[in-house]
């Protein structure tokens, strides 16, 4: 069972900066791609940006340049700096991870989402 517990989403105003964290607990051998999403009313869940276990990152065209994703992997922790908010980027964010549970099973996850509400 792998849980993820995120935190660090909440009400901003235009311009501003916060601060997503998730952190990896319970039983696996390793974490590989750690990653956030959201999702806003109506629409369907995307990709904002993730990280491979070698440090690799992949961003959303509409966030690159003011977010940034980052990992501890001695915490199992994986961060997501949003600078530069816009009411566009108004979602709930969801963390996702992708653990190696065995030698012949992966696992994938998710956690159960924080909100991110951006002013105009």
């Known amino acids: 069972q792998v849980q993820l517990v995120e935190s660090g989403g909440g009400l901003v105003q235009a311009g501003g900066s916060l601060r997503l964290s998730c952190a990896v607990s319970g039983s696996f051998l390793s974490i590989n791609t750690m990653g956030w999403y959201r999702q806003a009313p109506g629409r369907q869940r995307d990709l904002v940006a993730a990280i491979t276990s070698s440090g690799t990152t992949n961003y959303a065209d509409s966030v690159k340049g003011r977010f940034t994703i980052s990992r501890d992997n001695a915490k199992n922790t994986v961060y997501l700096q949003m600078n530069s908010l816009k009411p566009e980027d108004t979602a709930v964010y969801y963390c996702?991870?992708?653990?190696?549970?065995?030698?012949?099973?992966?696992?994938?996850?998710w956690g159960q989402g924080t909100q991110v509400t951006v002013s105009s």
């Open positions: 996702n991870v992708e653990t190696r549970i065995s030698s012949v099973t992966r696992g994938n996850s």
